[in-house]
């Protein structure tokens, strides 16, 4: 259930990343902490750290870590730090503390196909992607 009190959403549709990618980092950021998350996908766009390919990992090489299979994918990274931040001001603007933030839900589905004009029609790969953030009470 949904708290306005206590927890902050953050959404976005039609993002022009791949729904593959989104999900696998939706499994990786779920469960922490506000701060680390956003550490964990910058460090993806510089590409110091991998992101776990769990679901979708055929022909996906092994990476340094805690981890089989894994990528950097960077343009996703991008999009989902944009609604991390989106998110951080909000809290900011309810009044919770951000250093006490939870992700709690992170969630990624497929949007409706947008073919490219010209041609040759291409498909367009669109996302939409869900946060939600609650404030941890310790």
Known sequence: MFDPKTMVRARGTNLP????????????IRGKKLEKAISLLQKVIEKKSAIAYKKHRKDVPH????????????????????????????????????????????????????????????????SHFELILKEESQ
């Open 17 to 28: 990343i791949s729904t593959k990618v989104s999900v696998e980092i939706a499994s990786a």
């Open 63 to 126: 990476r340094k870590g805690h981890m089989a299979a894994g990528r950097y994918p960077v343009k996703a990274s991008k999009e989902i730090l944009k609604l991390l931040n989106s998110a951080k001001s909000e809290a900011q603007s309810k009044g919770l503390d951000t250093t006490k933030l939870k992700i709690v839900h992170a969630a990624a589905c497929k949007a409706p196909t947008v073919y490219h004009y010209g041609r040759r029609y291409r498909k367009r790969k669109n």
